[in-house]
T-cell receptor, first 112, second 114 residues
Framework: EDQVTQSPEALRLQEGESSSLNCSYTVSGLRGLFWYRQDPGKGPEFLFTLYSAGEEKEKERLKATLTKKESFLHITAPKPEDSATYLCAVQAWTGANSKLTFGKGITLSVRP | GAGVSQSPSNKVTEKGKDVELRCDPISGHTALYWYRQSLGQGLEFLIYFQGNSAPDKSGLPSDRFSAERTGGSVSTLTIQRTQQEDSAVYLC????????????FGEGSWLTVV
């Protein structure tokens, strides 16, 4: 069974204080690892898809990296508007269903 | 529309009543997913539709839950004889067919069973 574990559950940062969010996964065969951002009362907003170990993608203050066992979402010099819940999900090779299996998310708070 | 549209945004219903939740996917997206998000929990897969193929219903928690997709577009999730534990946000998502494509989510339908 595919499993995704995100840590820590919550993270509080000072504005400008860089940090990383962790996503560990076990999957029968990885087709893609997805990162989403979710604001309170909203649906998840797509950030990145990573397909193979060693791949990196960047968007503004965010950079996602992937190894064979985990992914990191690095946040450089965060701002209060980066406060949100960050969700990690995997898509596996098994079967024809392209569903995502999600972790429970990391709630990030950035203080001004 | 430009994104995945869900209705109603909020629904309060009495225990034992039936509810229907609607999802209108992005135009051209043949894959459609339903997820449930309970307070403090991750997104739980419910059901997957792809084109004219038989849906994958493996995530439906009980036979009180069902879903259909008409004309390969709009989908309806039905919960019969609602229970308090059904209270959650029900999220719909859509994507192009195949793996690795971006899966876009709607804003969700907040269901409260009282």
């Amino acid at each position: 069974e595919d499993q995704v574990t995100q840590s820590p559950e919550a993270l509080r940062l000072q504005e400008g204080e860089s940090s990383s969010l962790n996503c560990s996964y076990t999957v029968s065969g990885l087709r893609g690892l997805f990162w989403y951002r979710q604001d309170p009362g909203k649906g998840p907003e797509f950030l990145f898809t990573l397909y193979s170990a060693g791949e990196e993608k960047e968007k503004e203050r965010l950079k996602a990296t992937l190894t064979k066992k985990e992914s990191f979402l690095h946040i450089t010099a965060p701002k209060p508007e980066d406060s949100a819940t960050y969700l990690c999900a995997v898509q596996a090779w098994t079967g024809a269903n392209s569903k995502l299996t999600f972790g429970k998310g990391i709630t990030l708070s950035v203080r001004p | 529309g430009a994104g995945v549209s869900q209705s109603p945004s909020n629904k309060v219903t009495e225990k034992g009543k039936d509810v229907e939740l609607r999802c209108d996917p992005i135009s051209g997206h043949t894959a459609l997913y339903w997820y449930r998000q309970s307070l403090g929990q991750g997104l739980e897969f419910l059901i997957y539709f792809q084109g004219n193929s038989a849906p994958d219903k493996s995530g439906l928690p009980s036979d009180r839950f069902s879903a259909e997709r008409t004309g390969g577009s709009v989908s309806t999730l039905t919960i019969q004889r609602t229970q308090q534990e059904d209270s959650a946000v029900y999220l719909c998502a859509s994507s192009l067919a195949g793996f690795g494509n971006t899966i876009y989510f709607g804003e969700g339908s907040w269901l409260t069973v009282v």
